[in-house]
């Protein structure tokens, strides 16, 4: 990659990355400017930096086939493809799917779910039906149940894509006849949309609770049926909303849609005039038709349309939905009345009744909405009356045991109790709707399904509740299912199946899900201890968690959040939790309130006694409520029943197959044609995808067993081709269709394709009958040449193996001669190096001779000495020869010869050495005697001349002396004279400097008037400048001194080609190689796939830029670099 003459991408914290160029590089940044901006500049390390596409206008369908993989272009082909409608984009098999935020009909019209049947994926550009007809044929091929997971943030478009991909498989895979059963499966949708979904800040169709839907298929891969389970509904929603939020759609659709006998009926009005709406939006969704309509009965909309929400048509679409499945008017009527009880529940409201003893009493303007909710409910209005403003206690101890004791309840108890008990009313509504609409879509006989699971998305506020605390929670847990199902698992079978694929780190969730959900210190089980006692706390159960994690690097106190608004929070007020997506802070004030949605006795004495909640009672798992005796040591807390039902699910979804849809919100304003980068960013990182680009860049996402291959197109080859085993089959259809060896790769039991490869093979394989003759032919001719290739490598086997044993034979021979040669080297070897030996010594008798006849008083000892060693040599000689002396008496025998010689040699060396000694101390003892003579004759000439020189220094001494003073007195002279000269010169400096700085406070005073008469008024800054003194600026310089950490690549160039000092010249030559190196290696990580170019040593912008300022360098610069390369 030439980062010089290519663009790169620059991180920006709006756009996500802006397009640049490289114009400088640092030791750690590298400096880019962003085009279209006149120059404007941005630094950023190295890491944050990555290579654009040659085309930057390309856009391509699968995001792996980029010759650039990495967030950069992810974005930027996801922000092109949404600026031409084009919506979905693949990572591999996963599905990326931006919100449109406008209606694109012909995106999912009948046409296009026709034309993705029995499509590959990768065939036909992405689409939400590609995704459902993968998982289908992965279904009937596999022989496995499988899943869709939709994934995205709140208003990223889940329900919809949800809906889209039931629509396509019962549209698909219908039964024949009839086709009721997948009509009903799709009626289930504007059903769980009004009861379900509600308006937020950030989508107008928020769906506030989870759901797993099943569609269930036959042996013949006909749907058979479904089933939908549904997780954590929001509860507090019925109560309470924030500022700009709704209440569930229902709600809104009776208000508006009901017909008017109903509303009189059930006496419904304007949203404003029920409690539990008027808290937030009370406006309605309606099209320009209906707006006109509640207009003229006084009903308000919002002010900018929804294409999908209309309350007035939206409920005549919920109770035509009701009804295909299969609830009666009745039942209808009955689901409508618990809705209007629950509204006019809310408008009880409570008032002190003067005695503390007494508690509280419903308010005199509350009497109508206590009548109008105890008919809707069935139930007795005095008994109502008494069941919310007090509640019944049965005593375990004291007294007679089983005592029952009436408490009266404060008005803020009776609040809370009453809003308990709207809560569950419509907590068992909505169970009831989910069964009837599991008993509306029946299945009998079921061999697989396929599960589509649609939950809210990661979700962070100013203010975080129990909520949003369980959906994190649950985000968590589907963060770690996807880490192990596409990261881990699938690079564990890279590496079980021997692909060589290098691993791709990601971070590890499972600390944060050990924190919420571990036996006993987790903090599910902390709130729920926490709420077992008498007098539970929210801030001594923050206390517990702060305690009892204090060093968990997941959980923090709040002040150490990034808001501002959460510093302010105290630690027992709430608790931070670092998740997968980031930090959320959450304030505990309701958790255990949240957490504990039991009633009390009275309430639910009260429901058993309902005559028009029956079918709610009726439609619980074991018939009946808690017992009114059963303390809260044994409840069962939301939190325990959502872990045990997650638990559940993920054990379903290990199951499966599955398949992944990661939803993506453009902008926070819900509008179409808008594409904020940085946000769009921040959900990619979040949901994973940066990570899974790296891996599938490498990895191969497609895969089948050889035996799966095998089978599936056995039907299309004739019986000479259906015989042969499944990895030779695969070998040889592969290599007759031509495919290139670094499209797929053969592992151990299966085959693996690279993104988009098995979508090109499936289609050459299922082409015409013409076409699959000629490939047929191909397979044979490639079977014919691999045959006739192993008949060739076993008659070369043959012939290398004769070869062989003729080598084997030659080769013996040879060593047996050297065998040979060894055993008679091992004979005949000791006796040689003997005799060898004794020649040796008998070289030393000729030099022992001579020693001898040097000798003068006992040279004929010496004579027969060295006579009787010559004849002790020659007969062990003799014996060796005539082999009369063993070999193991060889070596013995040699060195007490050479011992008897050296003994010999050493003595006669001593004898002639001793005879010389005496010898040379004669010699020496006369010539001694004649230098002592000599030697008292030179010491009586050297006495005189020393005498007769002293006398001459002293006459020397005396003049040189002389001499000195009087040049002493003349060089004093000269000094004062130049004292004079240079206190003078001095004085006068002085009087200059303090004329200088006279002038200059005469200058700043002059500009400080201006600067006061400029700014009117405003704040001047009267501060001057000081000069730091020459002896600090010396001291700092020797410290450091040159700083070249500002200086630019052209600035380090010049002063290495151009500058004589040397100190400057090494700083230069080493800030600049390290800058060098940092690039290089930000160019080798960067490098283009099969590049083998190295390219420049730095980018050709910032090299051209410094020639440009060479070329144009003033003379002034010039003249100053040659002063400073001289002044040395």
């Not at 993968?134 to 499988?146: A, E, G, I, P």
């Not at 709406?277 to 009965?297: C, D, I, M, P, Y």
């Not at 259906?722 to 007759?736: E, G, I, W, Y």
């Not at 790769?745 to 499936?762: I, L, S, Y």
Request: glycine share 6%; hydrophobic share 35%; net charge positive.
């Amino acid at each position: 990659m030439d980062a010089g003459k290519g663009k790169v991408w620059a991180p920006d914290p709006a756009e996500g990355y802006k397009l640049g160029k490289v114009v400088d590089i640092g030791s750690e940044e590298i400096t880019v400017e962003i085009a279209g901006t006149n120059g404007k500049t941005v630094s950023a390390p190295y890491d944050r930096v990555y290579p654009a596409e040659a085309d930057e206008k390309k856009t391509v369908d699968d995001n792996c086939s980029l010759m650039h993989v990495n967030e950069a272009t992810l974005l930027h082909n996801v922000r092109l493809r949404y600026s031409k409608d084009l919506i979905y984009t693949y990572v591999a098999n996963i599905l990326i799917a931006v919100n449109p935020y406008k209606e694109l009909p012909e995106l999912y019209s009948i046409d296009t779910i026709k034309s993705y049947q029995g499509k590959s994926l990768g065939t036909l550009p992405p689409h939400v039906f590609a995704i459902a007809d993968k998982s289908f044929r992965d279904l009937r091929v596999l022989k496995q149940s499988q899943a869709i997971i939709v994934s995205g943030e709140s208003g990223a478009g889940k329900t919809e894509s949800t809906k889209y991909i039931l629509r396509y498989l019962c549209e698909s895979f219908s039964a024949q006849s009839g086709g009721k059963l997948e009509e009903r499966i799709l009626e289930a949708n504007p059903i769980l949309e009004a009861f379900g979904n509600a308006k937020t800040m950030r989508n107008n169709n928020s769906s506030r609770f989870g759901k797993f839907v099943e569609i269930h298929f036959t042996t013949k891969q006909q749907v058979a049926g479904g089933f939908i389970s549904h997780y954590l509904l929001e509860k507090s929603r019925i109560c309470m909303q924030s500022e700009g939020e709704r209440n569930y759609h229902i709600f809104y659709q009776m208000l508006a849609g009901a017909p008017d006998n109903l509303k009189e009926k059930f006496r419904l009005t304007s949203p404003a005039d029920f409690q539990y709406l008027s808290r937030g939006v009370t406006k309605f969704f309606a099209t320009k038709a209906n707006q006109k309509a509640l207009a003229s009965k006084g009903l308000q909309t919002v002010a900018s349309s929804d294409s999908i929400l209309d309350d007035v048509r939206d409920f005549k679409r919920t109770d035509t939905s009701l009804a295909h499945l299969g609830l009666s008017e009745e039942e209808k009527l009955l689901v409508y009345a618990t809705v209007a009880a629950v509204l006019h529940l809310g408008n009880i409201a409570f008032e002190d009744s003067g005695d503390a003893k007494d508690g509280c009493r419903i308010a005199k303007k509350s009497e109508q909405s206590l009548i109008l909710t105890s008919a809707l409910m069935g139930v007795n209005k005095d008994e109502m009356r008494d069941a919310l403003t007090c509640r019944v206690m049965q005593a375990a101890r004291g007294g007679v045991k089983g005592t029952v004791i009436r408490v009266n309840l404060k008005h803020y108890e009776a609040a809370s109790a009453r809003d308990a008990l709207a809560k569950s009313i419509y907590s068992k509504l909505f169970d009831f709707i989910v069964a009837k609409i599991n008993d509306g879509i029946p299945f009998t006989a079921s061999q697989y399904y396929i599960g589509i699971l649609d939950i809210a998305g990661f979700e962070y506020f100013t203010v975080n509740s129990f909520e949003q605390f369980c959906i994190n929670y649950c985000n968590e847990k589907l963060q770690q299912f996807f880490n192990e199902r596409i990261l881990k698992a699938e690079q564990q079978l890279y590496e079980k199946e021997g692909l060589g694929v290098s691993k791709i780190s990601y971070i590890d969730n499972q600390d944060c899900i050990d924190l919420i959900e571990m036996k006993g210190t987790g903090l599910l089980d902390l709130l729920d201890e926490e709420s077992k006692l008498p007098k539970p706390s929210s801030s001594n159960f923050t206390t517990v968690i702060h305690a009892k994690h204090k060093n968990h690097f997941r959980l923090a106190i709040p002040r150490k959040s990034k808001l501002k608004e959460h510093r302010d929070l105290r630690e027992e007020d709430g608790f931070l939790i670092r998740h997968f997506a980031g930090a959320v802070c959450y304030q505990t004030s309701q958790f255990i309130e949240k957490n504990n949605d039991a009633l009390h006795a009275s309430l639910e004495a009260l429901l058993q006694e309902s005559e028009n909640l029956k079918f709610l009672i009726q439609n619980e798992e074991n018939g009946n409520f808690q017992s009114a005796n059963q303390g809260k040591l044994s409840f069962i807390s939301v939190g325990s029943k959502f872990r045990t039902q997650l638990k559940q699910l993920m054990e379903k979804l290990g199951s499966t197959g599955t398949s992944f849809i990661r939803c993506i919100k453009p902008n926070m304003t819900q509008v179409d044609q808008r594409f904020e980068g940085g946000l769009v960013l921040n959900q990619l990182q979040c949901s994973g995808m940066t990570s899974v680009l790296q891996l599938m860049q490498q990895g191969y996402p497609s895969r089948t067993f050889f035996a799966d291959l095998y089978t599936m197109y056995k039907q299309y080859l004739p019986k000479g081709l259906s015989n042969l085993d499944p990895r030779l089959f695969c070998k040889a259809l592969f290599r007759a269709l031509g495919l290139n060896d670094t499209d797929y790769k053969f592992g151990m039991t299966r085959v693996f394709f690279k993104p988009g490869k098995f979508a090109e093979f499936d289609q050459m394989l299922k082409a015409d009958p013409e076409n699959l003759a000629k490939l047929v032919e191909k397979v044979k001719v490639w079977l014919l040449h691999a045959r006739w290739r192993k008949a060739q490598y076993g008659a070369w086997s043959v012939l290398k193996l004769k070869n062989k044993i003729a080598y084997r034979k030659a080769a013996l021979i040879k060593l047996q001669s050297h065998l040979r040669k060894h055993i008679a080297m091992k004979k005949y070897r000791p006796r040689i190096l003997g005799l060898k030996r004794i020649r040796m010594l008998e070289g030393q008798l000729d030099k022992m001779q001579a020693l001898a006849q040097e000798l003068k008083a006992d040279r004929e000892v010496g004579l027969t000495q060295v006579i009787t060693l010559k004849q002790n040599m020659d007969r062990i000689s003799k014996e060796i020869r005539n082999e009369k002396m063993k070999t193991a008496e060889i070596d013995p025998a040699i060195k007490s010869l050479m011992d008897s010689v050296q003994r010999t040699l050493d003595d006669l060396q001593k004898r002639v050495q001793a005879q010389k000694t005496k010898e040379e101390q004669e010699r020496i003892r006369k010539i001694q005697e004649e230098m002592e003579k000599e030697r008292k004759r030179r010491e009586e000439e050297i006495r005189q001349k020393k005498a007769e020189e002293e006398e001459r220094l002293q006459r020397i001494q005396l003049e040189e002396r002389r001499k000195i003073e009087e040049e002493r007195a003349r060089l004093m002279e000269q000094d004062n004279k130049k004292l004079a000269e240079k206190l003078q010169q001095e004085r006068l400096q002085r009087m200059e400097e303090q004329q200088a700085r006279d002038v200059q406070a005469e200058q700043e005073e002059r500009d400080r008037a201006l600067a006061v008469r400029l700014a009117n008024g405003g704040a001047v800054d009267d501060t001057s400048s000081l000069s730091r003194s020459g002896s600090v600026m010396k001291q700092n310089q020797a410290n450091k001194k040159y700083d070249l950490a500002k200086w630019k690549y052209a600035e380090l160039r010049d002063s290495i080609n151009t500058s004589c000092d040397l100190e400057l010249l090494e700083a230069c030559r080493e800030e600049f190689h390290r800058r060098l190196k940092v690039y290089h290696a930000w160019k080798a990580k960067n490098k283009k796939p099969n590049d083998g170019s190295d390219g420049p040593r730095a980018p050709n912008s910032v090299t051209d830029s410094s020639m440009s300022s060479r070329l144009f360098a003033s003379p002034c610069f010039a003249i100053k670099n040659r002063t400073r390369m001289f002044a040395a």
